[in-house]
C-alpha cells in the first residue's frame, strides 16, 4: 500500500453493560456530530482517501464524465392522466432537478410547470422534493421539501392558479400530503423530532394557523401514514410496524369527521385497503403466508365479514394491487421472478403479461385513473433499459411508451444475462442474476462485482444500471445474489432471514460468492462485493464469516453497530424494528445479535480492501456506525489492505441529492474496484 500514513481515532473507553455481560467501546466517542474533535476525524480520514486514491484522480473524473454522457440531459418521462391533465417529468441540459409539469386535457396544449426543483435548490448542497400531491381541482399543490438530509421535510403549498407560494409552512412532516375533498384541507404525518418517528397524523386548513391533531400512535414500533383510496373517495390512516398494521378511514367529503378503524390491529397481521364502488379490497396475510384478496362491504369491515376473491397460494407471493372500473390487475411473485395478472370483474377471466427474458423486473406503475382500459406498467432486465408500456386490458397488446435512451452506442447484443441457481450450505437453492459483456471469459482470471441486500422483505429485483456498463466494459461481471431476507422466493424467503434466522442471509451471499468461484466465473483474488445499509452490514457480518474470499469491498451507509444501536432507542428506526432484528433487551436476541454485529466481531486478522461511505446527516444509519467500524479496523487489522472511509459532510443516507452529483459518489467506488484490478 501506498506509503501514507493513515489516521488514528483516539480510544475512549466506554463500558455497555446488560445482561450481566459488558463490552467495551473505544470509540463510543465519534457519537457527537457536534464535537469538533469528531469532525477533525472524519475530515482526516477524507483527505488520507484523497491521499490514497490519488494516482486513480484522473480515472474518477474520466469514470464521472462517462457515466454522466450516457445520460439523456434532456429528457421526459411518460405524461399520465389525471383527472383532466397530463402531468409529466422533465430535466433540462446541465441541471440537477427535475422540472414537474403538466398539460391541461391534450399533450398538444400548453405546458405548466407547477414546481421547478432547480429553483428550491438554488442556495442548498442539498435539496429533496418528496410527497407533490394536487388538490381535487387541481389548483393546489401541496409538496415537502428538505435542504439537510435528515429526511424532515417542511410542507409547503403552492396556488398553482397565480404561481403564487402560500403563508402555510409547517416543519418535520414526513412527504406524505392527502386532500379532502373540499380542496381546504390537508391531512399530513408529524415525525418526532428527536427518533423521527412518524407518529401523529394532522389536519390542516388553509389559512387557519392551529392545526388538529387527528391520531397519535402511541406505540413506539409502529409508523404512521395518510392517503387517499384510489377513488378519491376515502381517506386512510395506515399504522404499521414490521409484522402489524392497522387502518382508520373517513370520507373525504367529511375531514372533520372521526377517523374509524376498519379492523382492530392483530398482532402479525398485515393488511392493505383500497376501494371500489361498494367494495373496499383487502390485501392480506391473515391466514395466508403468501397473501390473499378480500373483499366486504362499505358498511361492515372488521374481518369476520371479509369474503375471499383470491385465496392464498403457497407457490404465489401476491404483492400489489390496483384497481380499475372493470379489471383489477395484480403484481405476483413465482419462482423469483414478479408477473402482472389481469383479471375481468364481470366474466372473472384472467390474463398474464408475457416476459421471456431468463432474469426481469415487471411491475405496475402509475395508473391513477379508474375509468381506463389502459394498464400501464414497466418493465427492465440487466440488459434492457428500464422500459414503460401501456397495455390494452380488452385487447391484450401492449405498446412501448418509453425506453432509457443510453447515450454513446449502448448495443444491448453485446451484453448476457443470466439466472444461475447456487445452492446454499442448507440445501436451499438461491438465485443469482448475473450479466457481463460478451467475450467474458469462465476461467477464474475476470472481476466480478457481486450485490445484495437481504433484509426487511426487501425483494432485489434485478435493474439495468448505465453506471456499471463502465465496469462491465473493463471486463468485470455484476451479480444480484437474491438471498433470504428479502421476498425474492416469497414470503417464506423473508421469514427465514431475519431475527433469529438472520445468519441465513449471511451463508447465502457466501454460497453464492463460493458458488460463482467454483464455476469460475472469478476467484477470491478477483471477487468483490457491495452493500449499502442493511446491505453493508451484510458486508460487515461476511467479512468477518470469511475474510479471505474477497479482494475487496464496498459498504456504503453500513449498519454495523447492531447492538448498541438497538439499544438507543432515541435513534431513528430502531423501536420500528424489534420484529426485525430482536430487541436486545432480551437476553436471547442480544446474544444472537451480538454473535453476527460487524462492529462487535471484529477481529485480529487480515482482511480485504475495503471502501466505507456514509453521510454526516444520515438518518438511516448513523454516521459514528460506519466511523467506528473503521477506526476499530484500522486497530485490530493484520494486513496492509487498503481500508477507507470517505463521509460526505453535507448528506444523509440517501447521498447527494442531485443526478449528477450521484454519480461522483458511483465514480468513488468504481475507482476504488479498478485500482484494486491494476487501474
Same mark, same amino acid.
Given at each position: &500500500?501506498?506509503?501514507?500514513?493513515?489516521?488514528?481515532? @483516539?480510544?475512549?473507553?466506554?463500558?455497555?453493560?446488560?445482561?450481566?455481560?459488558?463490552?467495551?467501546?473505544?470509540?463510543?466517542?465519534?457519537?457527537?456530530?457536534?464535537?469538533?474533535?469528531?469532525?477533525?476525524?472524519?475530515?482526516?480520514?477524507?483527505?488520507?482517501?484523497?491521499?490514497?486514491?490519488?494516482?486513480?484522480? @484522473?480515472?474518477?473524473?474520466?469514470?464521472?464524465?462517462?457515466?454522466?454522457?450516457?445520460?439523456?440531459?434532456?429528457? &421526459?418521462?411518460?405524461?399520465?392522466? $389525471?383527472?383532466?391533465?397530463?402531468?409529466?417529468?422533465?430535466?433540462?441540459?446541465?441541471?440537477?432537478?427535475?422540472?414537474?409539469?403538466? $398539460?391541461?386535457?391534450?399533450?398538444?396544449?400548453?405546458?405548466?410547470?407547477?414546481?421547478?426543483?432547480?429553483?428550491?435548490?438554488?442556495?442548498?448542497?442539498?435539496?429533496?422534493?418528496?410527497?407533490?400531491?394536487?388538490? #381535487?381541482?387541481?389548483?393546489?399543490?401541496?409538496?415537502?421539501?428538505?435542504?439537510?438530509?435528515?429526511?424532515?421535510?417542511?410542507?409547503?403549498?403552492?396556488?398553482?392558479?397565480?404561481?403564487?407560494?402560500?403563508?402555510?409552512?409547517?416543519?418535520?412532516?414526513?412527504?406524505?400530503?392527502?386532500?379532502?375533498?373540499?380542496?381546504?384541507?390537508?391531512?399530513?404525518?408529524?415525525?418526532?423530532?428527536?427518533?423521527?418517528?412518524?407518529?401523529?397524523?394532522?389536519?390542516?386548513?388553509?389559512?387557519?394557523?392551529?392545526?388538529?391533531?387527528?391520531?397519535?400512535?402511541?406505540?413506539?414500533?409502529?409508523?404512521?401514514?395518510?392517503?387517499?383510496?384510489?377513488?378519491?373517495?376515502?381517506?386512510?390512516?395506515?399504522?404499521?410496524?414490521?409484522?402489524?398494521?392497522?387502518?382508520?378511514?373517513?370520507?373525504?367529503? *367529511?375531514?372533520?369527521?372521526?377517523?374509524?378503524?376498519?379492523?382492530?390491529?392483530?398482532? @402479525?397481521?398485515?393488511?392493505?385497503?383500497?376501494?371500489?364502488?361498494? $367494495?373496499?379490497?383487502?390485501?392480506?396475510?391473515?391466514?395466508?403466508?403468501?397473501?390473499?384478496?378480500?373483499?366486504?362491504?362499505?358498511?361492515?369491515?372488521?374481518?369476520?365479514?371479509?369474503?375471499?376473491?383470491?385465496?392464498?397460494?403457497?407457490?404465489?407471493?401476491?404483492?400489489?394491487?390496483?384497481?380499475?372500473?372493470?379489471?383489477?390487475?395484480?403484481?405476483?411473485?413465482?419462482?423469483?421472478?414478479?408477473?402482472?395478472?389481469?383479471? @375481468?370483474?364481470?366474466?372473472?377471466?384472467?390474463?398474464?403479461?408475457?416476459?421471456?427474458?431468463?432474469?426481469?423486473?415487471?411491475?405496475?406503475?402509475?395508473?391513477?385513473?379508474?375509468?381506463?382500459?389502459?394498464?400501464?406498467?414497466?418493465?427492465?432486465?440487466?440488459? *434492457?433499459?428500464? =422500459?414503460?408500456?401501456?397495455?390494452?386490458?380488452?385487447?391484450?397488446?401492449?405498446?412501448?411508451?418509453?425506453?432509457?435512451?443510453?447515450?454513446?452506442?449502448?448495443?444491448?447484443?453485446?451484453?448476457?444475462?443470466?439466472?444461475?441457481?447456487?445452492?446454499?450450505?442448507?440445501?436451499?437453492?438461491? #438465485?443469482?442474476?448475473?450479466?457481463?459483456?460478451?467475450?467474458?471469459?469462465?476461467?477464474?482470471?475476470?472481476?466480478?462485482?457481486?450485490?445484495?441486500?437481504?433484509?426487511?422483505?426487501?425483494?432485489?429485483?434485478?435493474?439495468? =444500471?448505465?453506471?456499471?456498463?463502465?465496469?462491465?466494459?473493463?471486463?468485470?461481471?455484476?451479480?444480484?445474489?437474491?438471498?433470504?431476507?428479502?421476498?425474492? &422466493?416469497?414470503?417464506?424467503?423473508?421469514?427465514?432471514?431475519?431475527?433469529?434466522?438472520?445468519?441465513?442471509?449471511?451463508?447465502?451471499?457466501?454460497?453464492?460468492?463460493?458458488?460463482?468461484?467454483?464455476?469460475?466465473?472469478?476467484?477470491?483474488?478477483?471477487?468483490?462485493?457491495?452493500?449499502?445499509?442493511?446491505?453493508?452490514?451484510?458486508?460487515?457480518?461476511?467479512?468477518?464469516?470469511?475474510?479471505?474470499?474477497?479482494?475487496?469491498?464496498?459498504?456504503?451507509?453500513?449498519?454495523?453497530?447492531?447492538? *448498541?444501536?438497538?439499544?438507543?432507542?432515541?435513534?431513528?428506526?430502531?423501536?420500528?424494528?424489534?420484529?426485525?432484528?430482536?430487541?436486545?433487551?432480551?437476553?436471547?436476541?442480544?446474544?444472537?445479535?451480538?454473535?453476527?454485529?460487524?462492529?462487535?466481531?471484529?477481529?485480529?486478522?487480515?482482511?480485504?480492501?475495503?471502501?466505507?461511505?456514509?453521510?454526516?446527516?444520515?438518518?438511516?444509519?448513523?454516521?459514528?456506525? #460506519?466511523?467506528?467500524?473503521?477506526?476499530?479496523?484500522?486497530?485490530?487489522?493484520?494486513?496492509?489492505?487498503?481500508?477507507?472511509?470517505?463521509?460526505? &459532510?453535507?448528506?444523509?443516507?440517501?447521498?447527494?441529492?442531485?443526478?449528477?452529483?450521484?454519480?461522483?459518489?458511483?465514480?468513488?467506488?468504481?475507482?476504488?474496484?479498478?485500482?484494486?484490478?491494476?487501474?
Amino acid at each position: &500500500m501506498e506509503n501514507i500514513t493513515p489516521p488514528s481515532a @483516539e480510544k475512549i473507553a466506554k463500558k455497555l453493560s446488560i445482561h450481566g455481560h459488558t463490552r467495551q467501546d473505544d470509540y463510543y466517542w465519534l457519537n457527537d456530530r457536534e464535537n469538533q474533535q469528531v469532525i477533525d476525524y472524519l475530515n482526516a480520514e477524507n483527505t488520507y482517501l484523497e491521499a490514497v486514491l490519488a494516482p486513480q484522480k @484522473e480515472l474518477r473524473e474520466q469514470l464521472f464524465h462517462e457515466m454522466k454522457g450516457r445520460i439523456k440531459e434532456t429528457d &421526459m418521462g411518460v405524461p399520465y392522466l $389525471k383527472n383532466g391533465y397530463y402531468y409529466y417529468t422533465r430535466f433540462e441540459e446541465g441541471r440537477e432537478y427535475p422540472i414537474y409539469c403538466r $398539460k391541461k386535457e391534450h399533450l398538444d396544449n400548453p405546458e405548466e410547470i407547477i414546481l421547478d426543483v432547480n429553483i428550491l435548490a438554488e442556495g442548498h448542497s442539498y435539496c429533496q422534493v418528496s410527497g407533490l400531491t394536487i388538490s #381535487p381541482d387541481a389548483r393546489l399543490l401541496a409538496y415537502g421539501i428538505d435542504t439537510v438530509s435528515r429526511r424532515k421535510y417542511t410542507l409547503r403549498i403552492k396556488d398553482l392558479s397565480t404561481g403564487e407560494l402560500l403563508p402555510d409552512s409547517i416543519l418535520d412532516t414526513s412527504p406524505s400530503y392527502t386532500w379532502a375533498a373540499d380542496n381546504l384541507t390537508l391531512f399530513y404525518t408529524r415525525k418526532d423530532p428527536v427518533t423521527l418517528r412518524s407518529d401523529r397524523v394532522m389536519r390542516h386548513v388553509l389559512g387557519i394557523t392551529d392545526d388538529k391533531e387527528v391520531y397519535v400512535e402511541t406505540d413506539e414500533t409502529f409508523d404512521v401514514g395518510v392517503h387517499k383510496t384510489k377513488s378519491g373517495a376515502y381517506i386512510m390512516i395506515t399504522s404499521e410496524s414490521t409484522l402489524t398494521s392497522e387502518i382508520r378511514y373517513i370520507s373525504a367529503k *367529511t375531514p372533520e369527521a372521526e377517523f374509524v378503524v376498519f379492523h382492530p390491529r392483530t398482532r @402479525e397481521m398485515l393488511y392493505q385497503v383500497d376501494h371500489r364502488d361498494d $367494495k373496499f379490497y383487502i390485501l392480506t396475510n391473515w391466514d395466508a403466508l403468501n397473501f390473499k384478496l378480500m373483499q366486504c362491504s362499505l358498511d361492515q369491515t372488521s374481518r369476520e365479514h371479509w369474503q375471499e376473491l383470491i385465496p392464498h397460494r403457497s407457490d404465489v407471493l401476491l404483492e400489489e394491487l390496483s384497481l380499475f372500473r372493470e379489471y383489477m390487475a395484480l403484481n405476483e411473485r413465482s419462482q423469483g421472478l414478479t408477473q402482472i395478472r389481469i383479471i @375481468e370483474f364481470r366474466t372473472g377471466k384472467e390474463q398474464y403479461i408475457k416476459f421471456s427474458e431468463p432474469a426481469y423486473s415487471a411491475y405496475i406503475s402509475n395508473n391513477p385513473e379508474m375509468d381506463s382500459f389502459q394498464l400501464r406498467y414497466g418493465y427492465v432486465s440487466m440488459i *434492457t433499459p428500464s =422500459s414503460v408500456y401501456d397495455y390494452n386490458m380488452q385487447t391484450q397488446e401492449s405498446v412501448l411508451k418509453r425506453r432509457q435512451e443510453v447515450l454513446g452506442g449502448y448495443d444491448q447484443s453485446q451484453y448476457v444475462s443470466e439466472r444461475l441457481m447456487a445452492v446454499a450450505t442448507d440445501g436451499t437453492s438461491v #438465485p443469482v442474476s448475473i450479466v457481463y459483456r460478451k467475450g467474458f471469459t469462465r476461467d477464474g482470471s475476470r472481476p466480478l462485482l457481486l450485490y445484495a441486500y437481504g433484509s426487511y422483505g426487501h425483494s432485489m429485483d434485478v435493474y439495468f =444500471s448505465s453506471t456499471t456498463l463502465s465496469l462491465l466494459d473493463r471486463g468485470f461481471a455484476y451479480a444480484i445474489a437474491h438471498i433470504r431476507g428479502g421476498q425474492d &422466493m416469497g414470503r417464506q424467503w423473508y421469514e427465514d432471514g431475519k431475527m433469529f434466522k438472520k445468519k441465513n442471509t449471511f451463508t447465502d451471499f457466501i454460497d453464492c460468492a463460493d458458488f460463482l468461484v467454483r464455476e469460475k466465473y472469478t476467484s477470491p483474488a478477483h471477487l468483490y462485493a457491495m452493500g449499502g445499509s442493511a446491505g453493508g452490514l451484510l458486508m460487515g457480518a461476511v467479512m468477518n464469516m470469511r475474510p479471505e474470499l474477497w479482494n475487496g469491498m464496498v459498504a456504503q451507509v453500513p449498519f454495523v453497530d447492531v447492538v *448498541t444501536t438497538m439499544l438507543d432507542e432515541s435513534i431513528p428506526l430502531t423501536t420500528g424494528e424489534f420484529d426485525e432484528w430482536g430487541n436486545p433487551k432480551n437476553k436471547d436476541a442480544y446474544d444472537y445479535m451480538l454473535s453476527y454485529s460487524p462492529y462487535d466481531n471484529v477481529r485480529r486478522t487480515d482482511y480485504p480492501n475495503v471502501l466505507v461511505t456514509t453521510g454526516l446527516h444520515d438518518s438511516q444509519v448513523q454516521y459514528w456506525e #460506519p466511523a467506528k467500524w473503521v477506526a476499530k479496523l484500522r486497530e485490530m487489522k493484520t494486513d496492509h489492505h487498503l481500508l477507507l472511509l470517505h463521509t460526505n &459532510m453535507e448528506t444523509g443516507h440517501g447521498g447527494a441529492s442531485g443526478r449528477f452529483e450521484a454519480l461522483k459518489d458511483k465514480a468513488l467506488e468504481f475507482a476504488f474496484l479498478l485500482k484494486l484490478e491494476g487501474y
